[in-house]
């Protein structure tokens, strides 16, 4: 799901939205595998973020249901300053987000071409069951289909046990499932690829190096995932992660539940983020109601900061700086992205702004930049690995995949600028996806190797 | 062959364009989108294309060489009838982005020229079909072999590096020639981009016979580099000038 994220405080009323942005308290995010419910997780968040942004600067934040008690006069007149400077550095958050997408996919490629280790078929998960080694083509469709509502009513499940979860205030159980599944991939599932890439490479690594090598790359992840880090070294360590799952995917899904499990996750992504009854909704109201912050859980954000002035001391920024350390010291769950507190308290560059400064009152510091959850960078990557693992040996499909979900990606904050609220990142990068993938591999590649074979260009 | 040539094909055929993307265009990321969505239009295209192909030749005989080499030569003019009707879609395209753009700035006028963004999307229509035509060489490349060994010419890769890289400027050029065709309504310039085109796909039927591809698509890229240089506002004069300000480490004019 993608969102923008403008956490601005300028207003001096205690408790609004608008500051509730600051800290991220978590919320649930079930467990690794569900990337899914991550990204709804995220989804939820920027369902958040976009009501507590909304009402003062849209930038590209919808009005939510609740959030138009707090609005402010003011609104109007910034309004239009935003969306100039929404889509003014529009472009910038696409490529802001089209680096991360590309660094997981490439390494998502580059792991599969080479490590033999995530295209052999060694089993499936539990979610899972049904075997695609069937004699007839209808038994296997079957099967895929099967698997996927399996998978679909798993992930359906968790994220209702999530909202449950949260409406009843259990924290304490979220933080401690969180920081288990990071620390479960953030060693076990490293450790795995790191042995597995030696192996492909014949590189012999002794116990006492291995050891070091992996509880540092563990110990800095979970510190920078759920506390606090320098922010491309966050960024990085999402990456990774969301490669190492994706991964995990590649391998274990069968083939064709692979793909209808994508198309599947494409459509429930939809009616999840813009269904009134969605699970998600429901998370988003009920941290609305509370005036809790959502959690930046499992969402990549690619923060920038744009400090325009400080013409009295703020107070809102304080209190959400309280609210952080607030949030860190209970821990914070999983794949804590740049938090905007620490974007706040630790990055500040950037550049002189160019909009025009109307009152003195007005000068805030803005954070501007786009934040999408983890789990579509989990399925964008398992598409494109699918691709590259299984188009048989086609390098163009590959292509074909990338260039079709980067600009899905591209689409969807188009449509992010236009409609001004959070919205489901899978769905149009999927369906390009998907579309770019079966064509491809079916039509073009024929026609390319015969243009080929005979040296012939278009 | 291996390392060796998979490098040496690659730089050869995406080094000038690498170095294009990194000076022109990397820092700007409105550039960048319009690169990527250039290049989606340009396999929105070849998708169509193949398919075409494809069904005629689901439904013909596949073992009447004659009539498969008809339907192929047929399959390639199409292409590039396609894709430059692409181009044209691409053109209106980016010319409602312009409006938009322009509505919204602060000071009425948009951020890129469509020149800019002709060049930009020439450039993207080059590097992905350029990619589509060597990526699958590059990785056989990597791999144990032996080129020509059953008689065929044992260029083939460097031929194709070169072949690749004359079309990746080639269609940089058409993309503004054509676009400043559409722009002040001269079909001539337009006329003159897909015969190109057609010439050039036609030139390359005489492969292996390469003087009768390589050469011609060099001279044409030549012409071509010129007409678009002159049409967009280059002259003797400001190359002259550039060349000494160079030498002569005065003040350097960067122009864009």
Redesign the interface.
């Known amino acids: 799901m993608i969102t923008f994220m403008n956490n601005s405080d300028s207003e001096e009323e205690p408790c609004n939205e608008r500051t509730s942005l600051m800290s991220a308290e978590s919320p649930p995010v079930p467990s690794y595998q569900d990337g899914l419910q991550a990204s709804q997780a995220g989804e939820a968040q920027a369902h958040r973020k976009r009501r507590t942004g909304s009402s003062r600067s849209p930038n590209n934040i919808a009005d939510g249901e609740t959030s138009d008690s707090g609005v402010p006069v003011r609104e109007g007149i910034l309004e239009n300053e935003e969306e100039e400077l929404t889509l003014k550095y529009g472009a910038k958050h696409v490529i802001m987000l089209f680096v991360p997408v590309t660094l997981c996919m490439i390494v998502v490629v580059a792991t599969i071409k080479s490590v033999r280790f995530y295209t052999e078929k060694n089993g499936q998960l539990i979610y899972t069951p049904f075997t695609e080694d069937t004699p007839s083509v209808g038994q296997r469709l079957l099967n895929s289909v099967l698997n996927t509502i399996i998978m679909i009513s798993v992930i359906v499940v968790m994220t209702v046990f999530l909202v449950l979860l949260y409406k009843y205030r259990c924290y304490k159980f979220i933080h401690g499932w969180l920081i288990l599944s990071s620390l479960m991939l953030l060693f076990l599932f490293t450790y795995i690829y790191l042995g597995e890439v030696l192996k492909t490479y014949n590189v012999a690594m002794d116990y006492p190096t291995l050891i070091l090598v992996i509880w540092n790359f563990g110990a800095v992840g979970m510190i920078c995932i759920h506390w606090k880090g320098p922010l491309q070294l966050q960024q990085a360590y999402l990456i990774m992660i969301s490669a190492l799952m994706a991964l995990v995917f590649i391998k274990y899904l069968p083939e064709w539940s692979a793909w209808v499990i994508l198309g599947a996750i494409s459509i429930y992504d939809l009616m999840a983020v813009l269904c009134p009854k969605g699970p998600l909704r429901m998370l988003v109201e009920t941290a609305q109601e509370r005036n809790e912050p959502i959690f930046p859980a499992l969402i990549y954000s690619s923060a920038m900061i744009w400090t325009v002035g400080m013409a009295k001391p703020d107070t809102a920024a304080r209190r959400s700086s309280q609210q952080a350390w607030d949030a860190a010291e209970d821990g914070r769950e999983n794949h804590r992205s740049p938090s905007h507190a620490d974007s706040q308290m630790s990055e500040r560059r950037s550049p002189v702004p160019t909009r025009p400064i109307t009152s003195f009152e007005e000068l805030e510091e803005e954070e501007r930049g786009v934040k999408l959850g983890l789990g579509d960078f989990i399925f964008y990557s398992v598409l494109v690995g699918k691709a590259a693992a299984t188009a048989s040996g086609d390098w163009n499909t590959t292509l074909a995949c990338f260039v079709a979900i980067l600009i899905g990606l591209c689409l969807t904050l188009l449509l992010l600028a236009v409609f001004k609220k959070a919205l489901p990142a899978l769905p149009i990068s999927i369906t390009f996806g998907l579309i770019f993938y079966f064509s491809t591999d079916n039509l073009v590649r024929p026609f390319m190797d015969t243009l080929a074979s005979h040296q012939l260009y278009i | 062959m291996t390392l060796p040539i998979f490098f040496g094909c690659t730089f050869i055929a995406f080094g000038p364009a690498l170095g294009l993307f990194l000076f022109t265009i990397a820092r700007?990321?409105?550039r960048?989108?319009i690169l990527?969505?250039g290049?989606?239009f340009w396999?929105v295209s070849?998708?169509f294309?193949?398919?075409i192909?494809?069904i005629t030749?689901k439904a013909s005989d596949p073992w009447d060489e004659p009539l498969q080499k008809g339907l192929?030569i047929f399959?390639?003019m199409f292409?590039?009838l396609l894709?430059e009707a692409f181009r044209f879609l691409y053109y209106k395209l980016l010319r409602k982005a312009i409006e938009g753009?322009v509505s919204?700035?602060?000071d009425g006028c948009s951020?890129i020229s469509i020149q800019q963004m002709a060049y930009v999307a020439g450039m993207g229509f080059g590097l992905?079909?350029s990619?589509?035509?060597m990526?699958?060489?590059l990785?056989d490349a990597l791999g144990p072999g032996t080129i020509g060994i059953h008689g065929d010419s044992q260029l083939?890769f460097l031929?194709?590096a070169f072949?690749t890289m004359v079309?990746i400027f080639l269609r940089t050029f058409w993309g503004i020639l054509f676009f400043r065709g559409c722009e002040h309504q001269r079909w001539q310039e337009i006329a003159a981009v897909v015969v190109m085109h057609l010439a050039?796909?036609g030139s390359?039927?005489y492969?292996?016979l390469y003087t009768g591809s390589l050469m011609p698509s060099y001279l044409l890229m030549a012409t071509a580099a010129t007409w678009a240089y002159l049409l967009s506002g280059g002259s003797a004069q400001n190359l002259w000038r550039f060349l000494l300000c160079l030498q002569s480490d005065a003040n350097p004019q960067l122009e864009s």
């Open positions: 700007d990321p409105l960048i989108i990527i969505a290049a989606f396999l070849l998708l294309s193949s398919l192909w494809f030749v192929l399959g390639v292409s590039v894709q753009l919204l700035s602060e951020p992905m079909s990619a589509f035509s990526i699958n060489l990785a083939y031929t194709s072949m079309l050039i796909s390359t039927f492969n292996p």
